[in-house]
């Protein structure tokens, strides 16, 4: 039943929402409806000018997708702003209300001892609470996605917190050409600032949101920050231990099986990385870095599968000795690999940056001619593979023989395109905010 209707909404969501007469409509219906938010966020500016101390909230609910550490540590070391995580409950998804207290907690965990983290939920209880009238109640609010669908618990949604200043920095890179979801969502409308990744997305924005991207900045990415700082050590610990160095290999599949871009390779290769990876044990290390919400979609939607046969699945990559399975943060992931390999458009511009070679697997030719302008830009600079076919040759020649031929102009396009030209960007958005509120 739970699939029946979760089928149902993204066959109406692909044949009205997406097209361009249903934008068209509403960009008209709607022209007038945010003409009023400038000002209203300019007078709540103007309230916390002379507010001394302000609190920075950071509303999360997968680790996994914490794109600001930089942004938090630069209002870390100021003394007039309090920053801090809020574990919100996520009731979007696959499946609607999957899991909320149980994600609630492991999130919790994993920023409990490195950040100061609000937990609005009483165990003993089993309720989740508003923030509002305690000391956590924020005045400005960083959002971590544009699907930020928080079901019942509305206190969490932007549409509960006009009140407060709120800003977004995308979830991803943007490659995709689906302008409605990414730059003109109400979502997208109501932000008071949206912290994009290049100059080419503000113009995007400008052209498809309906406030004409009154509240966009070019910024750069944070996440990448990182990726260009000499100084960064990242930790190799993650990966299990081998009895000598081999080569380095993540597969990220992604969980777009039935959405319109029907990206998803995984129910082509599954079996296929299995073979590969036992093929090439003494050469290849793997890391399986599903996205978050493959499993729910294994679990509940994909016809054959179910939770004890994905659960089965997963093990297998557990236990294979040169195989493993992480869902956390993927920075040293990233930095320590060698390769990777997937078809998740939000990981395309974020590896490119560490400048490694990259396999895209293309479900349809419809994927990459799907892209934007700077999508398909970054696609010139990758291997790409139709389906499975193309892998083994990436893993031989490309990463264990070394022969990757793209390997120069990656690195020029890395310096020209992605490296940000704020120098910064984390720096860059805190500086932009203190500014503001000055």
């Known amino acids: 039943m739970k699939w029946n209707l979760r089928y149902c909404l993204i066959v109406v969501y692909n044949k009205i929402v997406l097209t361009k007469t249903y934008q068209l409509c509403r960009n008209y219906v709607f022209r007038f409806r945010y003409k009023h938010l400038p000002k209203s966020y300019e007078s709540i500016r103007n309230n916390l000018i002379e507010k001394k101390k302000i609190n920075v909230a950071f509303f999360i609910h997968d680790a996994a997708k914490w794109k600001y550490e930089g942004v938090y540590r630069c209002f870390e070391k100021d003394e007039r702003f309090n920053p801090y995580i809020v574990i919100v409950p996520f009731a979007a998804g696959s499946v609607t209300g999957y899991n909320v207290e149980e994600n609630m907690m492991k999130t919790y965990s994993y920023f409990k001892t490195t950040h100061k983290v609000c937990l609005p939920y009483d165990a003993n209880s089993k309720k989740i609470f508003d923030i509002r009238g305690t000391e ?54 109501c932000m008071w600032k949206i912290f994009y990744e290049t100059p080419l997305h503000v113009n995007m924005s400008k052209q498809y949101a309906i406030n004409k991207g009154i509240n966009a900045v070019s910024s750069g990415y944070p996440m990448l920050d990182v990726f260009f700082d000499s100084n960064y050590v990242p930790n190799d610990s993650i990966w299990k231990k081998q009895g000598k160095r081999k080569k380095r290999i993540i597969w990220a599949p992604h969980h777009h099986i039935y959405e319109k871009n029907r990206c998803a390779n995984f129910l082509f290769v599954y079996n296929l990385m299995i073979q590969l990876a036992k093929k090439y044990e003494n050469e290849v290390q793997f890391i399986f870095r599903p996205h978050p919400e493959l499993a729910k979609k294994l679990d509940f939607c994909v016809s054959g599968w179910n939770e004890q046969k994905r659960k089965e699945y997963y093990s297998v990559w557990e236990n294979m000795p040169n195989t493993q399975i992480e869902l956390g943060d993927y920075i040293d992931m990233f930095l320590t690999s060698d390769a990777l390999i997937q078809d998740c458009g939000s990981f395309t511009a974020e590896y490119l940056a560490t400048g490694k070679p990259m396999l895209f697997m293309e479900a349809n030719k419809e994927v990459i001619a799907g892209w934007n302008e700077c999508g398909k830009a970054i696609a010139s600079h990758l291997y790409l593979s139709d389906k499975g076919a193309g892998v083994e040759d990436f893993i031989q020649n490309v990463v264990i023989a070394g022969q990757d031929s793209m390997l120069e102009q990656r690195l020029k396009f890395i310096e020209n395109y992605i490296r940000p030209k704020s120098g910064n960007a984390s720096l860059y958005i805190y500086e932009y905010i203190k500014q503001q509120l000055s």
């Not at 618990?153 to 890179?173: G, T």
């Open 136 to 189: 956590f109640e924020p005045d400005l609010i960083f959002y971590m996605n544009c699907w930020h669908e928080c079901g019942k618990y509305k206190q969490f949604s932007y549409r509960h917190n006009w009140d407060k200043l709120q800003a977004y920095v995308p979830y991803a890179w943007m490659i995709s050409a689906r302008y409605i979801e990414h730059f003109n969502r109400d979502f997208h409308n």
